[in-house]
């Protein structure tokens, strides 16, 4: 992914910086940025924000324990059920093809009320 963006003409990478505010009256329009050597706050002009932190699954808490495809991601049904009966796993840490806020949310969703289903069927 890194060499994608490092051959676009249109993309500047500020190094050693994180993003400290994101502020704008009715839509974004700037972010406030400090470096994390210096302490320096400034401030950057943008039209928007896209919030990406990698594409690595944090799954070694479940290791060993449910089935893990050969990327790291949970395996799961449509139900978001795993291969262990009662346990489900929802958003960006499942197998899945489109990683975006909305699939997250709609997994949660299906994966609240399965786990009720669960809940009350097995009388818990």
Not at 50 to 77: C, M, R, S, W
Not at 97 to 114: C, E, F, H, M, P
């Amino acid at each position: 992914m890194q060499d994608s963006l490092f051959n676009c003409k249109n993309i500047e990478f500020i190094w050693n910086t994180a993003v400290d505010e994101i502020y704008g009256k009715f839509d974004v329009e700037g972010i406030k940025i400090k470096n994390i050597i210096t302490g320096e706050m400034s401030n950057l002009k943008v039209d928007g924000v896209f919030v990406a932190i990698g594409n690595v699954p944090h799954t070694h808490l479940v290791q060993g324990k449910i089935e893990l495809n050969k990327a790291g991601y949970i395996v799961t049904d449509e139900n978001m059920q795993t291969n262990i009966f009662g346990v489900f796993a929802a958003g960006d840490i499942r197998e899945k093809s489109l990683r975006q806020v909305i699939t997250a949310a709609s997994d949660g969703a299906i994966a609240a009320y399965i786990a009720e289903r669960y809940i009350n069927e097995n009388r818990w």
